[in-house]
Structures are given as C-alpha cells and as structure tokens.
C-alpha cells in the first residue's frame, strides 16, 4: 500500500523541482495516549501552492497538520516523534520556539472561532497586538490589506468596531483567515474550513483559497473531493494514519496509482 | 384508581406548600427590615458617626469599616482567587489542578468563625490589637475558594476553539490565558461580586478580628466597626433606640448585598444560574 | 522561549498551592494554639460538660452536642420542606416559571446570617416561635425533650434549629433541584408509559434517581448548620449547662466561641476558645469531605456556591 521508498524519493525530487519545497515531513508519527494516530508520514509540501489532504474522516488528516504548527502538543496526552523541516529547519528541535512556529505557519479551523469579545479589527489585530506591536499606521496598514486579501473589506469596512461573532458564519472564516495573515505566515493550514458553511460561502472561501496562494503556501484538510480538484494542485490521500498516495490533483482524482485511493475517490467507502 | 388521584393531588399540595414555607420567611425578613428600617434612615444616619452617649447619632463609621474591610479582603482574595482559578482550568490535565479544585470545594465549607479563629491567631495575637487589616484578612480568606472556583467554572466554560485559534496566531501562553481571562469576563465578575456579597454580610470573623468599635475608623491597625458589627452589637443591646438603628443599619446591608446578588444575576443573564 | 512559559507556569502554581497551603494553615495554626487546652484537659475537654473560667475549667460537650442536635432539628424540618420545594419548582411549575421562582429562594440564601439572627430574635421567635413552643410546653411537657421546669422565652435550641431550617433551605432546595433536572427524561417517560401517576414517577423515577443528589445536599445542609454562628448566637440563650430539652437555652460551639472570646483572658482561656474552634473545623471538614465526595460523582455545577 504504501509507495516503495524510491519511487517516493524520486516523486518528492520532482515535486520539489517544479516549485521548490517548504515542508518536508520524516517520519512523522503521532499518539493519542495510547492511540498511535499517525503513522510514519513522509511528505514534501511546495511553496506557492495548494496541497489538500483528503481521507475518511478518523484517518488523522486534521490530526496530521495540527503537527505542521505544533498545535497537536497542546493536546493533554498527546506526543509527537518524527522530523517536519520548515525551510530545511526541524521545527520540532531543542530550543525551537513552537510560538514562533505558529507564527510562520498560520491555521484557519473548522469552525470560525473569532475572539467572540473582540471587535472585528481586534480580531485581525489580535495577533499581532498580543505579540507588543504598537504602531498605529502599520497596524492600520495591515488591518485593510488582509481584509482586502481575504475578499472581506468591502463588507466590513463599516462594521469594524463591531463584534467579530456578529458577522455571517462566511464572514466569520474569512475574519479568521484575516486574522491568520496578519501576521504573516509563509504557510496557511486550513482544517476543513468550508464544512460548516452554506454553499455560497463555500465557493467564495475556495476562490479565496486559489488567490491566496500567489503569496502564500496553504495546506488545505478537506473530506470533499469536489473541493480538493477544485482548489488544489496537489492532494495526498490518508488512510488510518498513512498517507497512501501524493500527487499532482488531476493526476490523483484522474489516474490514481493506488486501488485504495480509486475505491475512494469513486465513491466506494469513506 | 380515585385513590391514585387523590395521592397526586396530596402530592401536588404537599409541594406548594413546601414552596410557601420557602418563601414566607424571606417576605417577612424584606417586609420587617424595610419597615422597620426606612423610618430610622436619614441623611444624618448615614453620615454621622454615633454619639458619644451611645444613643442618636449614625452609622458612619460602619459603612466606612464595613467598605475598608471589604476592600482589604478584595485585595487579598480576588487575585489569589483568579490566579488559582486559571491555574485549575487551564492546566487542568494536571492530577495537582484537580487537588487545588477539590481542596477549595472543601475550604467553601469551612465555618467563618473558624476563619476568624484563624486570623486571630496568626494576626491578632502577633500583632497584639484587633484590627481592620485583620478583619479584611479573615474576609479575604472567606472569598479566596468563591472566586477560585467561579473563575475555574467560568474559564473552562470558554471554548477550547479560543484557546486553539490563539495558540495558531503564535500567541504565547500567558497572553492565550489571558484572552480566555477576558472571554470568561462576565463570569468571573459575577464569582466576584458573589464574594463581595458574602464577605460584606459576614460578621462572625469579624468579631475576633475587627472588634468593633464606637469610634470613627482611624487606621487600619485599629479595631473597627462594621455594618455587621453594629448590627449584632446593637441588635443584641436591649436597648429600643440602638435596636431601631439596627433595623436602619438592616436595611443598609439588605440593599448591599441583595443588590449585589440582583447584579450577579443580571450579568450572568441565567446562564450561571446556581452562582 | 520556553523559559516564558514555565515561568506563567510556576506563577499560577504558586498563587494555586496558596489554597492546599490555606487548608494546611487552618489544622497547623489552629491545632498548634489548641494544643494547651487539650494537653491540660485531655479528653475530658469532649467529654466533660464545665466551662467555667473564673476556676479555669473549659470542657465542651454540651455545645458539641448543642451543635449536632441543633443542626439535626434543621435537617429534619429542611429536608422534606427542601424537597418538596425542588419537586414543586422542577414537576410542576413551567419551566421558565421555575427558574424566576428558583431565584427568589435562592436570594435568600443571600440575606447575610447577622439579618436572619436579628429578624429571629425580635420577630420570628417572640411573634411565632415562642407561642408555638409554649403550646407545646403546656400539653406535651410530659415528652422529656419538650419538659421545662419553669417559663420558656423562646430562646432555645428548638428555635435555632428552626432558624436554621430556614437557613439551608436555599442551598439543600438548589441541590435537590439540579440533581432533579439530571434525571433523563426517558426514565420519567418510561414510567409513564408503565401507566404510572404523576406522584409515582416523582417518587419512583424522580427522587429514586437523585438520591444521590439528595443525599448530597444532606451533608451540604449540615455542613453549614455545624458552622453557622451569628444567628444561633442570637437565638439559642446561650446557656453554659447541657440540658436533655429543647425548650431550654443552651449553646453550640460556634455560639460558644462568639460568647467567649471576649471574655478569654489568660493563656489556657484563650487556648480552650481555639480549641472549641479546632473542634468544630474538624467536625465540618469530615461532613463536607463526605459531601464534595458525594458532589464530585455527581458533577453537579455550581448549586453548592450559593
């Protein structure tokens, strides 16, 4: 099931060739307690492009770049082994700052979580404020660009003393993904960030997904295949906490090479 | 099938009954202390200290104890109170949060004249004279496990999603607890202000504390009156006139405190009922 | 970098052990200032019944047992008001009802205990109490815990148990209530559809369920019964002889501690005033042990605080 160590190599060697890896994830294993959720990922992530992660839900997708920003840890009882290298850096080492980690790879969750006592600026500000920065024009310079680059200004640019939870669920995520790029990440995690909204709100999130990927590099978790071939250049299947199969999307959904992978892309479990 | 019915019936009497026992005696306490109390009140009562002969003059000087002491037990419990509280729910995964949780479950239950006896004997007897700073310590100790235990309550009612969409904006952990300080604001204010109610009604750690005293608050080192104080002292003096100041100085505390709890409610909006 | 967060981490430990810390201050300071009297007296400060301190004799068993009966007369007149209460609120008023109705009783828990001792002593205990027992003196006098040899006042254990009736209603009512509202609604359904009348799904379903609950709110009542001062000072006579009546004054520890203290001159008067304290921290401390025990199973929330 697995892909054969060379083949692998030479797939990660392509992939890296075409846009120049990122991530790269070695050996990455992951527990709950004693629930081995993660089994040996190997994964090269390119920059400047979409990568979605598709599987069952329960196959560790959510789980698995959750360890992308060290955010699994704050899990009580969870532990992660293994290596993920952020521009050749393995974030995991001695005297990595995980805060400064999470500042470099933001996340946009499933459900939009906006600081529900905050305004809507706060909440595009937050993370920045918290971090000391004072300056009120560079603030305010930030404020209006990231609201711009997650197509929310023109529907907030009145309402920003209001509070974040007053806004739509759509406007919500995109609040979040506002606030995610405020402080600017190379790489934007996003955990399902369609599933609790309609479709209207759906389809203007992955327009989003595809502009924002001109600066930045997004890792996408989703279990909506449409949406995978819709927004991402690459996918990675994940089964029971193995990645099965990484490729170019249209290679992928087209012609996969796994029989796991095309049982369930067409539909045949999951 | 008749007798069934009737045994519903006696059921159904049995508990409205019971709920008029319930509330009869609060009606006649509000109807007593405002009758009773609205006729002694004055703009003289409230801000003259009592006389030299013990009778006609106010209660000036109890409102002041009353607020110093109250003041000092804020100082004491309300940090000790929020900083314990985010220890219990924030780092709740740990066996020694959930040691703090039920140890201050049990100190709720410990009788105030115990805490009195307490700081009488760490405070009093070390500094030879009762005094306001004792007083406010004993109150102080009473509210540490209310507000402990409402901030623990309030804050791991705060959705973890907060936590997590602060720790992914690469917000370290003191300014992450913070944030879930301040989304569990109103909780931990009503925990607050249910100290504060509890700790402006009590009178018997005061009474080996504070003392009391006929005199204007002078110092913190010095015996003080309070509401509570003077009410018991006065309540207790036989004497008409001093007895009716206590009905006034009754119905004084009444509107502190039920007016704090009224607060409480009204800030929660029901959602913590029971605090 | 991490250093930052073992420091909030180190914070936040020392203000929570602050409270472990408190627990340790009240047996060690107080067992430390206890330990004349009880080094002088021996068991017979439990055990004996003279408190006399112009001969500097300090026993206290008539106030523990002032304690425990006076707290048990409230149990037994607070129990069955406080469940009635709770099936009334949860069975039968609508819902939102209940929850306005819940709240007034609850503010009663709010009357600070100086106000409830003040409200007993110039009106409850002359106006009613004091009619009430004094029927009972005349026609039931021959029943030892009714029997006086001479006039009643009103001023007795009999009344302060009373008092305290009305005392822990709120919070024994709150608990009995929640533990009601935790009973799932299938069980009430199940005993319907077994053709069960309302007051046999109460007492089967209900209360058969929340017994637990109940149970929890026993030892909550009593817990605060044991400690509760300023209006058993001001109501139970405080009388320094033990007496087998209800109907005569008599005195509990609490009581006793707020009638002496002041009067404590001299190292082994002093000490026998904490000693009394010591004695009654141990006393609540094992009824509320038992009760957070009981409480913690149950994960009730917050009805206890009030």
């Known amino acids: ?270 | 099938m008749i007798k069934r019915k009737i045994y519903d019936k006696l059921f159904l009497f049995f508990s409205v009954a019971a709920f008029l026992v319930a509330v009869v005696p609060l009606f006649s306490i509000i109807a007593y202390v405002v009758s009773n109390g609205l006729s002694v009140i004055n703009l003289s009562f409230l801000t003259e200290d009592p006389s030299a002969t013990g009778v006609g003059g106010g209660i000036a000087n109890s409102i002041v104890g009353s607020f110093v002491t109250v003041a000092i037990a804020s100082l004491v419990g309300i940090p000790i109170g929020i900083a314990a509280g985010a220890y219990i729910s924030e780092f709740r995964s740990e066996r020694y949060s959930r040691v703090v949780r039920f140890v201050s479950d049990v100190l709720l239950g410990v009788p105030s004249i115990v805490t009195g006896i307490l700081v009488y004997s760490l405070v009093v007897l070390s500094l030879h004279t009762f005094s306001a700073l004792a007083g406010g310590i004993a109150l102080g100790l009473i509210m540490v496990p209310i507000v402990t235990i409402t901030t623990a309550e309030s804050m791991a009612f705060v959705p973890n999603s907060i936590r997590e969409a602060a720790y992914a904006l690469g917000i370290r952990r003191i300014r992450v607890v913070a944030i879930v300080i301040s989304n569990a604001k109103g909780g931990i204010l009503s925990g607050i202000l249910l100290a504060l109610a509890r700790a402006s009604g009590e009178t018997a750690p005061l009474l080996m504390t504070a003392l009391g005293s006929q005199l204007p608050f002078s110092g913190l080192l010095k015996p003080v009156n309070t509401l509570t104080l003077f009410i018991f002292n006065s309540a207790t003096s036989g004497n008409p006139p001093l007895v009716s100041q206590a009905w006034g100085a009754s119905l004084v505390l009444l509107l502190i405190v039920l007016g704090i709890s009224l607060g409480v409610r009204f800030i929660a909006k029901g959602r913590y009922r029971y605090l | ?306």
Request: proline share 4%.
């Open chain 3, 1 to 306: 970098m991490k250093l930052n967060e073992k420091y909030l981490k180190y914070f936040l430990t020392a203000f929570a052990s602050f409270i472990p810390f408190l627990l340790a201050l009240y047996f060690i300071a107080i067992g430390k200032d206890s330990l004349l009297a009880f080094q002088k007296f021996g068991i017979s400060f439990f055990l004996g019944s003279t408190w006399n301190p112009p001969r500097e004799i300090f026993q206290v068993f008539p106030e523990i047992m002032g304690t425990l009966v006076s707290s048990a007369i409230a149990l037994l007149i607070s129990l069955p008001v406080s469940i009635g209460l709770a099936i009334f609120l949860s069975e039968f008023c609508p819902r939102r009802f209940s929850d306005f109705l819940g709240s007034i009783v609850e503010l009663l828990a709010a009357v600070p205990s100086v106000v409830y001792g003040f409200w007993g002593l110039a009106v409850f205990v002359p106006y009613f109490l004091y009619p009430v027992e004094n029927f009972l003196k005349e026609n039931l006098s021959f029943i030892p815990l009714l029997s006086s040899n001479d006039g009643i006042t009103g001023y007795n254990m009999l009344s302060s148990g009373v008092v305290l009736a009305i005392m822990i209603m709120p919070i024994m009512s709150s608990v009995c209530r929640e533990s009601f509202l935790y009973v799932p609604s299938s069980l009430r359904e199940a005993a319907y559809a077994l053709g069960a009348t309302k007051s046999e799904v109460i007492r089967k379903a209900v209360i058969g369920y929340a017994k637990q609950g109940i149970a929890a709110s026993v030892f909550l009542g009593f817990g605060r019964a044991l400690g509760e001062t300023m209006a058993v000072t001001m109501i139970i006579g405080n009388a320094l002889q033990f007496s087998y009546s209800l109907l005569m004054p008599s005195q509990t520890l609490a009581s006793l501690i707020a009638n002496q203290y002041a009067e404590a001159i001299g190292e082994i008067a002093i000490s026998s005033v904490i000693a009394a304290g010591f004695t009654l921290l141990v006393i609540s401390f094992i009824i509320n042990f038992a009760a957070r025990i009981i409480l913690r199973r149950m994960r009730l929330r917050g009805s206890e605080l009030i």
């Open chain 1, 1 to 270: 099931m697995m892909l054969v160590k060379e083949e692998q190599d030479k797939k990660k060697g392509e992939l890296s060739y075409l846009n120049g890896e990122i991530i790269r994830v070695e050996g990455l294993n992951a527990w709950y307690g004693k629930n081995h959720v993660l089994k040996d990922i190997n994964i090269s992530i390119n920059s400047n492009c979409v990568t979605a992660i598709i599987g069952p839900s329960g196959c560790g997708k959510s789980t698995f770049i959750r360890c992308l920003n060290r955010l699994h840890e704050l899990v009580p009882d969870a532990r992660v082994e293994g290596k993920v290298l952020l521009d050749g850096v393995n974030i995991y080492d001695e005297g990595i700052d995980p805060t400064e980690i999470r500042r470099r790879i933001g996340m946009v969750f499933q459900k939009p979580n906006p600081f529900p006592n905050m305004s809507v600026k706060d909440n595009v500000l937050a993370g920045l404020k918290f971090s000391g920065m004072k300056d009120r024009k560079k603030l305010d310079e930030v404020l209006r660009s990231c609201l711009e680059k997650a197509f929310l200004w023109d529907e907030v640019k009145d309402k920003l003393d209001l509070s974040g939870a007053s806004l739509s669920g759509g406007q919500q995520q995109r609040l979040c993904i506002a606030r995610a790029l405020a402080v600017e990440p190379e790489v934007l995690l996003m955990d399902e960030p369609c599933s609790a909204l309609d479709p209207t709100a759906t389809a203007k999130i992955e327009e989003l997904i595809i502009s924002l990927k001109r600066e930045y590099t997004v890792v996408v978790v989703t279990h909506n295949m449409q949406q995978a071939s819709r927004v991402a250049d690459y996918t990675a299947f994940m089964y029971l906490g193995k990645i099965i199969e990484y490729d170019k999307t249209t290679k992928l959904f087209e012609n996969p090479r796994e029989e796991l992978t095309e049982r369930y892309i067409t539909g045949k479990f999951g």
